[in-house]
């Protein structure tokens, strides 16, 4: 099977604007979850999806967003961008919700500018 | 106080050398997750664990669930093992990670 794949992989943004990642999880994979990643702050929880509903969230503000589509396919959205921003962001799926085995994605890497 | 401890933060070894990684939590969990993390920022999940023992080739991963803390350890370890090992445990639904430890095997 194919894995997690993450587009796209390098994004460069001004401060203000917003942007859109993409993940799509391996085949047969319902649950989506999406990390953010900081030198500063580690690797923090940001949501997860699972049957297009959001079944958890972190400690994050408004400003990030996400979705999840029929194929399971999961988008996150960051509105109106501010250099703290700037990290590597992971996708992850999983067959199901709960405790389960995630599988990474190699990321998308976003310099706010 | 954070809810996932990891001991040492870095960690430099000879190759061949028994390598142990720390991991203490004070939270309830579900399951306790070990990750790789290698340059580049590829995550691999090396186990997912609630009770005892589990192997895979030369890593071993333990949980004390009592003492809420688990142990990952690489026998006879190589320069390919060097990386940043991340503990992460799953609770209410969601993970919460370790700082991590980066390791360096030297050749």
Known sequence: KAGVTQTPRYLIKTRGQQVTLSCSPISGHRSVSWYQQTPGQGLQFLFEYFSETQRNKGNFPGRFSGRQFSNSRSEMNVSTLELGDSALYLCASSPSTGPATQYFGPGTRLLVL | ?107
Not at chain 2, 25 to 38: K, M, N, P, R
Not at chain 2, 44 to 50: A, E, K, Q
């Open chain 2, 1 to 107: 106080k954070n809810e996932v401890e990891q001991s040492p933060q870095n960690l430099t070894a000879q190759e061949g050398e028994f390598i142990t990684i720390n991991c203490s939590y004070s939270v309830g969990i579900s399951a306790l997750h070990w990750l790789q993390q290698h340059p580049g920022g590829g995550i691999v999940s090396l186990f997912m664990l609630s009770s005892g023992k589990k192997k895979h080739g030369r890593l071993i991963a333990t949980i004390n669930i009592q003492e809420k803390h688990s142990s990952l350890h690489i026998t006879a370890s190589h320069p390919r093992d060097s990386a940043v090992y991340i503990c992460a445990v799953s609770g209410a639904q969601k993970l919460v990670f370790g700082q991590g430890t980066r390791l360096t095997i030297n050749p």
